[in-house]
């Protein structure tokens, strides 16, 4: 098999009380998300839907939210490690889709930079990353504010066929 997809997902409640993190990039407007690392919602998704797609299990079974080293810790660097994973069993990323959920901030003025990030952390071009954002019309806790969630889908390629 030369090519595989993962999906990841990922969920986190508002924290007024924390600067937002997503897809890399520190959103001032906020609001900030509850999570033991930096509770980067989007990296999150891409980091599972990487590891998912190399078929190594998920983020919490690396960084799991009961250890003390990943307190505050840096999304990026999950990803980072999960692509690191990949490339040991000789996948690379070909693309990635993403979506977030959330009534706010509105996400149109952020995405550019947002992609731009991500394209940074994974190495791949910019036009293979795609991020998107919807609202929830005011249904369930993401369309009352109340929690903000992420989707992805990544694209796995190898060079040649594993012999």
Do not use: C
């Not at 791949?124 to 991020?131: D, N, P, R």
């Amino acid at each position: 098999m030369t090519t595989r997809i993962g999906i990841g997902e990922d969920l986190h409640r508002v924290d007024d009380g924390r600067t937002l993190v997503l897809g890399g990039v520190i959103i001032e407007e906020g609001p900030g998300l509850s999570g033991h690392s930096d509770a980067d919602v989007l990296l999150h998704a891409i980091t599972d839907a990487v590891l998912g797609a190399a078929a190594l299990g998920d983020i919490g079974h690396y960084f799991p939210p009961s250890d003390p080293r990943y307190a505050h810790a840096d999304s990026a660097d999950f990803l980072r490690k999960a692509l690191e994973l990949a490339r040991e069993q000789g996948w690379e990323v070909a693309n990635i889709d993403s979506t977030v959920r959330t009534e706010r901030p509105k996400l149109a003025p952020y995405i550019p930079h947002i992609r731009e990030r991500i394209a940074e952390i994974t190495g791949v071009e910019l036009g293979a990353v795609s991020v998107k954002a919807k609202t929830a019309e005011g249904l369930d806790a993401i369309g009352r504010g109340e929690a903000m969630a992420a989707t992805a889908a990544v694209l796995l390629t190898r060079a040649e066929a594993p012999a």
